[in-house]
């Protein structure tokens, strides 16, 4: 088993700043990707951004990019850095750690985190 603990939700003005942190401790062997995933009310899960294990594959959602950037830093932890946030950004934030070990897929979840952008 893979535990998540995610950190730095809050509640931020429009064009603020936020970072969000999420570290894996527990079975983290065969895990491949990290990433930050969102839901707002009403809508369903969302990709918000991944990396891969060395830091070098990273994907993001087009509403978000050149906004947040997603980075390690350490090899369990991984940071979104959330600039110029908008009302649409709203959503509870959770980090996600998926791979496969022993031929068994993982995925796993953190209990998210509350963004909340004033307009």
């Known amino acids: 088993q893979v535990q998540l603990v995610e950190s730095g939700g809050g509640l931020v003005q429009a064009g603020g700043s936020l970072k969000l942190s999420c570290t894996a401790s527990g079975s983290i062997f065969g895990i491949e990707t990290m990433g930050w995933y969102r839901q707002a009310p009403g809508k369903q899960r969302e990709l918000v951004a991944s990396i891969g294990t060395t830091g070098d594959r990273t994907i993001y959602a087009d509403s978000v990019k050149d906004r947040f950037t997603i980075f390690r830093s350490y090899a369990t932890t991984i940071n979104l850095q959330m600039n110029s946030l908008r009302p649409e950004d709203t959503a509870v934030y959770y980090c996600?750690?998926?791979?496969?070990?022993?031929?068994?897929?993982?995925?796993?979840w953190g209990q998210g985190t509350q963004v909340t952008v004033s307009s």
């Open positions: 996600n750690a998926r791979g496969v070990y022993n031929y068994e897929n993982l995925n796993y």
